[in-house]
């Protein structure tokens, strides 16, 4: 009778524990989905123009952001009537006040006389003399534009078919848009999982630094944990209804026969 009630009681704790552990999971899943679901809103890109970071037909994934906050080195969701009025996806390069110019003498993009590396385009950017490095410009035409203030600077990495503020140059604004026009930014390829999208480290010495990173990791974090609480604690019951079997099952002694 003792062995049995220690039995019980120890069932009785682990099917509350499994209980808990559900509980927990499914707060944990459905919590980090809402979250996400919130804060985050995808997007099919149809373009290649700002390959290879996202490539056409990508899923991403674009936090809901105010255009006041984005920062050089951002890829943003825009809409705006002198690009045709549809969803567009670019990198700022140059926000208010800014000089954004190119190419200089080693083939780089400057912002205010300062020369940025740009790892992310496709031969990762000149970084030295284009003629004895075998890489290509930051751009294959030279522009020069003054961001107004209030205004954005947008480049595709692709550049040599990205239709971007360079195409705009003669608009008024010199091809920038308006903060107010930027609908999220983009922290992930969500599809292929090419994961997060990473803050460019050249763009961080300049004033404003760049942006922090979205709540994406924690979201899938939660996630994750949620769905590992759940299937540990489903699976609890059967595994210890499984195991209190075995430990009833009748010893047979040797001298038995």
């Known amino acids: 009778m003792s ?28 919590g980090g989905f809402a979250w996400g679901a919130v804060v985050y809103k995808p997007y099919t890109v149809p373009t ?7 490539n056409a037909g990508d899923r991403v994934l674009a936090e809901r952001v105010d255009g006041g906050d984005v ?10 009537s002198a690009w045709g ?25 400057t912002v205010n006389g300062k020369a940025v590396e740009e790892p992310y385009l496709r031969d ?17 035409q030279d522009f020069t534009a003054d961001v107004p203030e209030g205004q954005l600077f947008l480049l595709g990495d692709e550049r040599n078919t990205s239709l971007d503020s360079r195409v705009h140059l003669e608009d008024p604004g010199q091809g920038s ?33 760049v942006s922090s990173e979205g709540p994406l990791p924690l979201q899938a974090g939660a996630l994750v944990a949620g769905a590992v609480l759940i299937l ?15 430990s009833e099952r009748p010893k047979v002694s040797a001298g038995a026969h």
Request: glycine residues 16%; hydrophobic residues 40%.
């Open 85 to 109: 009025a549809v969803p567009m996806v670019k990198r700022v390069v140059g926000v208010g006040g800014d000089k954004v110019a190119c190419c200089d003498k080693d083939g780089r993009l």
């Open 3 to 30: 062995g049995s009630g220690r039995h019980d009681g120890h069932g009785r704790l682990g099917n509350a524990l499994s209980n808990l552990a559900v509980a927990v999971g499914c707060v944990l899943f459905l």
């Open 48 to 54: 290649d123009s700002m390959s290879p970071t996202v």
């Open 177 to 209: 848009v308006p903060r107010s026009a930027v609908q999220a930014r983009v922290d992930a390829v969500a599809w292929p999982m090419n994961g997060m999208i990473g803050r460019p480290e050249a763009f961080a010495a300049l004033p404003g630094g």
């Open 124 to 140: 990762g950017g000149a970084s030295s003399s284009p003629a004895s490095a075998g890489r290509a410009p930051a751009s294959p």
């Open 71 to 80: 920062r050089r080195g951002d890829v943003v969701v825009f809409t705006d």
């Open 232 to 246: 540990g604690g489903a699976a609890y019951g059967p595994l210890a209804a499984r195991s209190a079997r075995r």
